[in-house]
C-alpha cells in the first residue's frame, strides 16, 4: 500500500501540470466526492470535479505556482496548508481579468483509500482572492497575515520527500 501523503501529491503533481488523461491511476474517478467551500457544492464524480476545477483555478489564473507549506498524514487522510501565486488572466468571482499577480493560501483535505484519492474538502482564501483582484480593503486589513510574532511552525518550510 502507497502512503496516503504519496497519492496525494502525485495527484496534485498532475492537476498543477494540467495532466488529467491518466487520472485512473491516483483517483477514483466514478466515487470521487469534492466540496471546494464557497465555489462549489458537493459533487459526485471526478469528471465534474475536474470541470469545477478548470471552470475556477486553471482557466482565471496564468503562471500559477503552488508550494505546500505545512502537511499531516494518517493512513488514509492528509491534510495540507498550501500557498498559491498567479495572474489574473480571466474572470473569478464575477471579476474580469485584471493581470493582477497575486497569492494566497488554502487548506485542503483529501481522503485515500486503495490508492486512490476519493475526495477533497478544499477552501481557498477567496476572500484574499477577492481583495486582490478588486483592491477591495475591509477596515485597512492587510492583504496577507503578517509573520511578525508568529510560531515558528507558521512560517514556511521546506517540503519533506
Not at 486553471?58 to 494518517?74: I, N
Amino acid at each position: 500500500m502507497t502512503q496516503a501523503i504519496e497519492v496525494v501529491r502525485e495527484w496534485k503533481k498532475r492537476l498543477q501540470a494540467r495532466d488529467f488523461e491518466d487520472m485512473a491511476d491516483v483517483v477514483d474517478l466514478a466515487g470521487y466526492t469534492e466540496i471546494c467551500l464557497g465555489l462549489t457544492p458537493w459533487t459526485v464524480g471526478f469528471d465534474v470535479a475536474l470541470s469545477n476545477y478548470v471552470k475556477n483555478m486553471v482557466q482565471p489564473w496564468g503562471d500559477m505556482h503552488v508550494e505546500e507549506e505545512d502537511a499531516v498524514a494518517d493512513d488514509y487522510t492528509v491534510v495540507a496548508r498550501l500557498h498559491t501565486t498567479a495572474t489574473h488572466i480571466g474572470e473569478f468571482l464575477g471579476v474580469p481579468a485584471t493581470s493582477r499577480r497575486i497569492h494566497w493560501d488554502a487548506i485542503t483535505m483529501e481522503r485515500v483509500e486503495n490508492d486512490h484519492v476519493i475526495g477533497q474538502w478544499a477552501q481557498p482564501d477567496l476572500f484574499a482572492m477577492y481583495r486582490q483582484i478588486t483592491d477591495g480593503q475591509i477596515m485597512a486589513a492587510p492583504l496577507a497575515a503578517s509573520l511578525e510574532n508568529a510560531p515558528h511552525w507558521a512560517y514556511p518550510r521546506p517540503v519533506l520527500a
